[in-house]
């Protein structure tokens, strides 16, 4: 077992939460097979790193295992659902132990616009004019704590309405108990109507305030934002690498299940969502002092 000495390997008490969560061996089911050479953990502590820290997959420390064997578990968990899985579990367990429903039934939608690196190919790329940047769109899906329900990635140059036709119908199928989505003024329009529907989804928009300028809190689209902004900490996720969008969902993934994962190990959990006090009332602290 290798030593821990990165800030993103796992903790004890973070590998006991997802060791649970983790694919059976092959040679411990029925077909069989062979023994795995490194331990699973040291495979999740490699992922994470390569997430946080932005490094090449080439470019892993040596101390882990191969690249490739690091790289070829990550390429088949996010094929398999595995990854997904473990998000949605961490989710249920933060929302039960806040006292809600496991199953969400409102969320919060929005899109983030990121920079494509060489490595993306024109097919799966494209230029976002409203904030002048030429690579992918992330659009994400997250309950009202701001916790991730489903996330899709598409080219930059893809309309919010039209990705949020396929998001929504894919909520739909997965998540069948949502009845209620708040976004903001870019999905407004006919997907309103079509979303009630055809979907039974009832679909409302926050609109910013006539003649607001800079920065606004909006309600409820904050939570989706506050989000946003957290997984661009991990540096994998400041640009866009990947040749496949679904490589990309998958790292999205990985840096959100390590913010849960030490938001339910951590040992004084904080009550309103992620963060202590909401963007709302933290500006309403700074003002009275």
Known sequence: MR??????????AEWALLEPLRPVPACQTKTGGHPEKWLRRQIVDAIRYIVDNGA?????????PPWETVYGFFWRWNRRGVVTFIRDQLRRRLRTGLGRCPHPVTLIVDSQSVKGASTVSQATRGFDPA?????????????????PVMIMVTPADMQDRDAARELLWRLRLTHPQITQVWADSAYAGQLVTWAKDFL??????VSRPKGAKGFVVLPRRWRVERT???????????????????????????????????RLTRKSP????????SPAAQGRCRTSV
Request: hydrophobic share 35%; net charge positive; glycine share 6%.
């Open 3 to 12: 030593r821990r000495r990165y800030p993103s390997d796992t903790t004890v």
């Open 56 to 64: 090449k997959w080439r470019a892993l420390p040596a101390d882990f």
């Open 131 to 147: 904030k002048m940047i030429n690579g992918r769109k992330r659009h994400v899906a997250v309950d009202t704590k701001g916790f």
């Open 200 to 205: 039974r989804i009832t679909l409302k928009t």
């Open 228 to 262: 946003l902004g957290w997984i661009m900490n991990a540096r994998r996720i400041a640009r866009d690498y990947e040749r496949l969008p679904q490589h990309s969902e998958g790292h999205l993934n990985w840096a959100l299940i390590t913010l849960m994962a030490r």
């Open 270 to 277: 904080r009550t309103d969502g992620w963060s202590k006090k």
